[in-house]
T-cell receptor, first 110, second 113 residues
């Protein structure tokens, strides 16, 4: 079956850098996505990696290693507004189903 | 106006009642999804649809049914609600060319007493 593992909680300091890891086990892997969800809000798409390597979008970067079934989300120059839950998600097979991890709650201290 | 809307936003219902959650989108996407979110369990896929005539079960379809009335509308029904269906429900859409980029509605908080 499919499974995704990510830490349940991470704490960091404002202005610092934090990395949220995700390992996955799935069949027919097509790519790894990341979503952000603030308390009481809807998930919003951050990034997608289909190939190995690093994708950068402003302060956020996402990395994928298909051979290691591993990826991470890197957040730089942390701001208080980055306090949220972050979900990794894998796209499975040609059916384009998205399977989500349980989420990592990021808390940022001043 | 929001691209993906859900009604109602909050609902309290009793065990055994039938309830329908509705989702509409103006993004012109063919693909629509219903997810359930419980604390600590992330988002779990209930049903998904790739066009009006296409309905597929997700991870946790038991106790739920769906209807795709039009490209823009996708409804989720609980035929006989039970307390463990208390959760936050999200509708999402995606473009088939960017299937991993999903757009979520604001969610419906459902409580079954």
């Amino acid at each position: 079956g499919q499974s995704l593992e990510q830490p349940s909680e991470v704490t960091a300091v404002e202005g610092a850098i934090v990395q949220i890891n995700c390992t996955y086990q799935t069949s027919g892997f097509y790519g790894l996505s990341w979503y952000q969800q603030h308390d009481g809000g809807a998930p919003t798409f951050l990034s997608y990696n289909a190939l190995d390597g690093l994708e950068e979008t402003g302060r956020f970067s996402s990395f994928l290693s298909r051979s290691d079934s591993y990826g991470y989300l890197l957040l730089q120059e942390l701001q208080m507004k980055d306090s949220a839950s972050y979900f990794c998600a894998v796209r499975e097979g040609s059916a384009s189903k998205i399977i989500f991890g349980s989420g990592t709650r990021l808390s940022i201290r001043p | 106006d929001a691209d993906v809307t859900q009604t109602p936003r909050n609902r309290i219902t009793k065990t055994g009642k039938r309830i329908m959650l509705e989702c509409s989108q103006t993004k012109g996407h063919d693909r629509m999804y219903w997810y359930r979110q419980d604390p600590g369990l992330g988002l779990r896929l209930i049903y998904y649809s790739f066009d009006v005539k296409d309905i597929n079960k997700g991870e946790i379809s038991d106790g739920y049914s769906v209807s795709r009335q039009a490209q823009a509308k996708f409804s989720l029904s609980l035929e006989s609600a039970i307390p463990n269906q208390t959760a936050l429900y999200f509708c999402a859409t995606s473009d088939p060319r960017r299937a991993s980029e999903q757009y979520f509605g604001p969610g419906t908080r459902l409580t079954v007493t």
